[in-house]
């Protein structure tokens, strides 16, 4: 089963415009993971963001985690045609090594 | 330093057929996870090896089994397809302690017949 949902579904914008994507689970976590997958091919590590943790950057890049809400955003700025993938959001919690996913935001950026 | 690499990338098999698949990791990384990627469940953890040893399993029937060895790669066996297991299979590795990043292999397309 999936731990939560993100929104949109999916997001089409121009090149150079931002794109946000959203996050939402449903557990106490010990890190929420964002990845990016190129046509259903193998998924790209793009950041971690621990629980206590509330923002967090890496290039064109930042994170937010609020916890009390139990919500991430991804803000991927100046997007580029190459941004085109599906981006997913994954979540670690308790003991467990593994990895929950949401349902993945499709993004589209037009040249 | 190598990326996680997996074997074979497509597979066709037909129904009741068994296969496996292998995933070398990151050297240094101790723990593979294995994960199965379908357009209508999406992204869903099997399980998870670190030293040798299944440390979670996901909720899949006991047709799904894996392995690893001591210089960490891994193998997973699906026993008697069905055609439900036509999916992308991801293998992810990570150090295995601690807040790490799991990075994913290219990962195997199964298609059944």
């Given at each position: 089963s999936q731990q939560g949902e993100e929104d949109p579904q999916a997001l089409s914008i121009q090149e150079g415009e931002n794109a946000t994507m959203n996050c939402s689970y449903k557990t106490?976590?010990?890190?929420?993971?964002w990845y990016r997958q190129n046509s259903g091919r193998g998924l790209v590590h793009l950041i971690l963001i621990r629980s206590n943790e509330r923002?967090?950057?890496s290039g064109r890049l930042r994170?937010?985690?609020?916890?009390?809400?139990?919500?991430?955003?991804?803000?991927?700025?100046?997007?580029r045609a190459a941004d085109t993938a599906s981006y997913f959001c994954a979540t670690e919690a308790g003991s467990a090594r593994q990895l929950t996913f949401g349902s993945g935001t499709q993004l589209t950026v037009l040249p | 330093?190598?990326?996680?690499?997996?074997?074979?990338?497509?597979?066709?098999?037909?129904?009741?057929?068994?296969?496996?698949?292998?995933?070398?990791p990151i050297s240094g990384h101790?723990?593979?996870?294995?994960?199965q990627q379908t357009p209508g469940q999406g992204l869903q953890f099997l399980f998870e090896y670190f030293s040798e040893t299944q440390r979670n399993k996901g909720n899949f029937p006991g047709r799904f089994s894996g392995r690893q060895f001591s210089n960490s790669r891994s193998e997973m066996n699906v026993s008697t397809l069905e055609l439900g297991?036509?999916?992308?299979?991801?293998?992810?590795?990570?150090?295995?302690?601690?807040?790490n990043e799991q990075f994913f292999g290219p990962g195997t397309r199964l298609t059944v017949l």
């Open positions: 106490s976590i010990n890190n929420l993971q923002e967090k950057h994170v937010t985690l609020d916890t009390s809400k139990k919500s991430s955003s991804l803000l991927i700025t100046a997007s | 330093k190598a990326g996680v690499t997996q074997t074979p990338r497509y597979l066709i098999k037909t129904r009741g057929q068994q296969v496996t698949l292998s995933c070398s101790r723990s593979v996870s294995w994960y297991d036509s999916a992308l299979y991801l293998c992810a590795s990570s150090l295995g302690q601690g807040d």
